[in-house]
């Protein structure tokens, strides 16, 4: 049987847990019938598919943590940066100018990066029995270009919904809704209660 | 379990019904304020099926299950052509297994769609190859077993992935090239005078 070819969605990503021996990455492929989510620790490989036909519901929520890390990278960043203009005044100081460009590249980069990426936020995906976290989708641009590209995919094997059907739906199971009763034809004798 | 189709906000768990869902922008909670967009898809509202129960055999001489005598036989298995019924048949894309094959197939690797775990065997043999040059006295042991796992694991699929060789190739010339210089070594040891 001839393997199938995989196009890559996402890049490795540190999965937020826990390693004893090596930190395992996660990264997303897109095989044609299902979404591979593949598990590098170390030496081995894991791999959960999710196959189109099951795929319940993909949720993408924002999360703090582009602003918690600029938080973080900033107040070193400002720290080096007045270094750095201390250090450059006219006085001259070469090598602690040195130091403090370098203290702050270390951390404006990471910084620019942050910024670049855009709002992060986790992903999740739904099928009828487990709610899978797609850790290497990180940031919502990210999210946004998965789903662009799996939505069709997704669309041809099970159909789609309009935003207002998923809600009347929704509505007709929730705890406490009333299900909604079809309208009478016109012209129809009253009902009794 | 998902059993219920109702989505709850994955930061506040309130159910949600409305807005959220199939948008092409994140839309706030409505009740914790967490940008979210949910994309929801028609296996969400999709009935469970219940399996098909296997029918005893009626006519004397009828093929029945090779695993129960009692039950009609529907179908032969794809791998080792045994007689099942419709309890046993294990329905595999357009195949038909039975429970032993479907299993023997997925620890063997001999159904690749089954198959969720894969050694990489072309990372242990560049770790073996790179990692004790730190400590450059082990590398008389590790580059022989590197060269060894390299040669030996050449033509086994590594990753589902990722289709290259390279960390063969990289394994196979690092090792060549430690052995080559031990070799090196004990040959000036013993021509020195």
Known sequence: MAEPAYQRLTRD????????????????WLGSDHLLLVEHSGFTETYKRFYFRDIQA?????????????????????????????????????????FWAIFSVIFL????????????????????????????????RQARKVLDKIRPLIAAAQGQLAPEEVSLRLRAIAPGA???????????????? | ????????????????????????????????????????????????????????VMIEGESSCFFHPQKKAVVPCGGCGRFLCALCDCEFGAQHFCPACLEAGK??????????????YDSIALGLAVLPIVFFYFTIVTAPVALYVAIRYWNKSHSLVHATRIRLVLALILSLLQIGGWGAFFIYLATRK
Do not use: H, Y
């Open chain 2, 107 to 120: 620890s063997k690797g001999k159904i690749k769609a089954l198959e969720n775990e894969r050694s990489r």
């Open chain 1, 58 to 98: 993909i949720t993408v929520r924002g999360t703090p943590r582009q602003t918690i890390w600029n938080g973080v990278l900033a107040l070193p960043l400002a720290i080096g940066l007045i270094g750095f203009m201390i250090s450059a005044a006219p006085t001259r100081n070469p090598p602690a100018t040195i």
């Open chain 1, 178 to 193: 009333k299900p909604q009763e079809p309208e009478p034809p016109p012209g129809s004798p009253p009902v009794l209660a």
């Open chain 1, 13 to 28: 990503r540190i999965a937020q847990q826990f390693g004893v021996v090596a930190v395992p990455r996660v990264s997303l």
């Open chain 2, 1 to 56: 379990m998902t059993a219920s189709p109702l989505i709850a906000c994955p930061k506040c768990r309130a159910w949600l019904l409305d807005d959220v869902f199939n948008r092409e922008e994140m839309k706030p909670c409505p009740a914790c304020g967490t940008p979210l967009r949910i994309e929801v898809f028609p296996a969400l509202f999709r009935e469970a099926v219940s399996g098909p129960s296997a029918q005893p």
């Open chain 1, 109 to 140: 980069l990471p910084f620019i990066v942050n910024n670049v990426r855009g709002p992060a936020c986790v992903c999740q995906l739904r099928t009828a029995v487990q709610i899978e976290n797609l850790g290497s989708v990180s940031r919502v």
